[in-house]
């Protein structure tokens, strides 16, 4: 299994967000953001940050996805 954060990209759609939004409202750093870009593993506290942010539960920004074998 691996990480998406399709949910996230969606989200800031319908919230006609850009990124640089969400690193200002969530207070994340660039590096964590280019993270969430490339699907990779994040802290736990950058997600909560992210969701506090959004006003949004964990569910909705993250999921697991089956790996191309």
Same mark, same amino acid.
């Given at each position: 299994?691996?990480?998406?954060?399709?949910?996230?990209?969606?989200?800031?759609?319908?919230?006609?967000?850009?990124?640089?939004?969400?690193?200002?409202?969530?207070?994340?750093?660039?590096?964590?953001? +280019?993270?969430?870009?490339?699907?990779?593993?994040?802290?736990?506290? +950058?997600?909560?940050?992210?969701?506090? +942010?959004?006003?949004?539960?964990?569910?909705?920004?993250?999921?697991?996805?089956?790996?191309?074998?």
């Amino acid at each position: 299994m691996k990480i998406s954060y399709k949910k996230l990209w969606k989200l800031l759609i319908d919230k006609d967000m850009k990124k640089i939004d969400l690193l200002e409202k969530s207070n994340i750093s660039t590096s964590t953001l +280019a993270k969430l870009g490339k699907d990779e593993y994040v802290s736990m506290d +950058a997600l909560v940050k992210v969701c506090t +942010a959004l006003n949004v539960n964990i569910g909705d920004i993250v999921e697991l996805v089956e790996e191309d074998t």
